[in-house]
């Protein structure tokens, strides 16, 4: 089987699962620098507690191997945001919602960005 047939595979599958909003490839995959797994993100309508959330990435590395599946929500603020500016949206049941949710985290970001520069120059300099 294909990648893309598991990419397809993976779509139908998160159509029926009314958890899922949109379904985001991103990493090494999209740049053609594929090694040995495929990075996917499932986007929640919903940021349900960590618990649901951790269950639900379990259903899916069970079901897709190969894939490195991720849940945006239980991602770190500056992975999300590398999410959304490299990702490419493969699934989207809802685009209203999904603009919603990146409208919140790009939020987010710009209150974190200038602790994160901060943290990024002590790294960089010691």
């Given at each position: 089987?294909?990648?893309?047939?598991?990419?397809?595979?993976?779509?139908?599958?998160?159509?029926?699962?009314?958890?899922?909003?949109?379904?985001?490839?991103?990493?090494?995959?999209?740049?053609?620098?594929f090694?040995?797994?495929?990075?996917?993100?499932?986007?929640?309508?919903?940021?349900?507690?960590?618990?649901?959330?951790?269950?639900?990435?379990?259903?899916?590395?069970?079901?897709?191997?190969?894939?490195?599946?991720?849940?945006?929500?239980?991602?770190?603020?500056?992975?999300?945001?590398?999410?959304?500016?490299?990702?490419k949206?493969?699934?989207?049941?809802?685009?209203?919602?999904?603009?919603?949710?990146?409208?919140?985290?790009?939020?987010?970001?710009?209150?974190?960005?200038?602790?994160?520069?901060?943290?990024?120059?002590?790294?960089?300099?010691?």
């Amino acid at each position: 089987m294909t990648i893309d047939s598991k990419i397809k595979d993976l779509i139908e599958y998160a159509k029926r699962d009314e958890d899922i909003l949109a379904i985001i490839l991103f990493g090494s995959f999209l740049k053609n620098n594929f090694h040995r797994d495929v990075d996917i993100c499932l986007v929640l309508k919903r940021k349900p507690i960590q618990l649901r959330m951790s269950k639900k990435r379990l259903e899916y590395l069970t079901n897709f191997p190969g894939f490195d599946i991720q849940i945006f929500q239980q991602l770190p603020l500056y992975i999300r945001i590398r999410v959304l500016r490299e990702g490419k949206v493969i699934y989207c049941s809802n685009e209203s919602l999904l603009y919603d949710i990146a409208f919140q985290v790009i939020k987010e970001f710009e209150d974190f960005k200038p602790f994160y520069r901060e943290y990024l120059r002590g790294v960089l300099h010691g």
